[in-house]
């Protein structure tokens, strides 16, 4: 195994990788740890195995607009979103992504370097609670 090949296997992040059909074709040991799968349990299945039901329509448009235009609006901005594991639980991700493109240029597939978010999510959902409960407060809400 090369090098590069040991740190995409051994890095605490998932790594994965999908074709422009949207199938798993590389899944690391981050990923297992991340999502509960095996690499065995989801190498040639959709991406679906890790999006929530109510964000797919939406993951389905912008991925066929990428693969197709080959261009990304991400770029390197960190992306947060909603994400299953295997048990079904729902927790928020970070991830950045980025596109695997032939000699020609056209997109082969994506690449996404993501970790756990869920901390973060929750540290801001509550002090946005706090700040919207002290505005009340100072306007003399009582509601």
């Not at 390197?76 to 020609?104: M, N, W």
């Amino acid at each position: 195994m090369s090098i590069a090949e040991r740190i995409i296997q051994e890095a605490p992040d998932a790594i994965i990788v999908a074709d422009s059909s949207g199938k798993i074709t590389l899944w690391n040991a981050g990923a297992e740890r991340l999502f509960g799968y095996s690499a065995a349990e989801v190498l040639s299945q959709t991406l679906d195995r890790i999006i929530p039901e109510a964000q797919r329509k939406r993951h389905w448009e912008g991925y066929s607009q990428v693969m197709r235009t080959g261009v990304t609006r991400y770029g390197t901005q960190v992306l947060r979103v909603p994400a299953i594991r295997k048990d079904g639980s729902r927790f928020s991700i970070a991830f950045t992504v980025g596109l695997l493109k032939d000699s020609e240029g056209q997109v082969e597939g994506i690449f996404a370097i993501m970790r756990d978010d869920t901390e973060r999510f929750q540290t801001e959902r509550e002090l946005r609670k706090r700040v919207a409960d002290l505005e009340r407060a100072a306007r003399g809400d009582r509601s």
